[in-house]
């Protein structure tokens, strides 16, 4: 297999993985999802949803964001964390249209733009995973 098509996908993966990881753990280990909660959901949000909704989607965003962001990076569960991701990119698309129009899309574009690639492209080149050495194990046995 060409290596230019494994390290693409590989270069792809890890910059998405990278973006989605420092997001969530700035949310998380720097600013407190409590407090990117008060300061900007519910701020944001006040009287459009409800307070649970706001709440639940704090947290799921800011650890689904450093979770799947890590799991990218590894290259572990790959597709199943690309959908995780892909609701993370939806989620904040809605949120962000339920407040005024979205006129600037630098918050999910690029971010949809390598998801998008990384659904699309054939799972064979993304070779450098964990997913991938765990497989080749388990055929070996």
Same mark, same amino acid.
């Given at each position: 297999?060409?290596?230019?098509?494994?390290?693409?996908? =590989?270069?792809?993966?890890?910059?998405?993985?990278? +973006?989605?990881?420092?997001?969530?753990?700035?949310?998380?280990?720097?600013?407190?999802?409590?407090?990117?909660?008060?300061?900007?959901?519910?701020?944001?949000?006040?009287?459009?949803?409800?307070?649970?909704?706001?709440?639940?989607?704090?947290?799921?965003?800011?650890?689904?964001?450093?979770?799947?962001?890590?799991?990218?990076? +590894?290259?572990?569960?790959?597709?199943?964390?690309?959908?995780? =991701?892909?609701?993370?990119?939806?989620?904040?698309?809605?949120?962000?249209?339920?407040?005024?129009?979205?006129?600037?899309?630098?918050?999910?574009?690029?971010?949809?733009?390598?998801?998008?690639?990384?659904?699309?492209?054939?799972?064979?080149?993304?070779?450098?995973?964990?997913?991938?050495?765990?497989?080749?194990?388990?055929?070996?046995?």
């Amino acid at each position: 297999m060409n290596t230019n098509k494994k390290i693409a996908l =590989l270069t792809i993966r890890l910059l998405l993985g990278f +973006i989605f990881f420092f997001q969530g753990f700035g949310k998380i280990f720097k600013f407190g999802v409590d407090n990117v909660y008060n300061n900007f959901f519910a701020k944001t949000y006040d009287g459009i949803l409800p307070e649970f909704l706001l709440q639940a989607t704090a947290y799921y965003t800011s650890y689904i964001e450093f979770i799947g962001g890590a799991l990218l990076i +590894i290259g572990f569960k790959r597709d199943y964390t690309l959908y995780a =991701l892909a609701s993370v990119l939806v989620i904040v698309t809605f949120g962000h249209g339920l407040v005024e129009p979205i006129w600037d899309l630098s918050h999910v574009l690029f971010r949809a733009i390598l998801l998008l690639a990384l659904l699309l492209l054939p799972q064979e080149w993304d070779h450098y995973r964990l997913d991938t050495i765990l497989k080749k194990n388990k055929n070996i046995h």
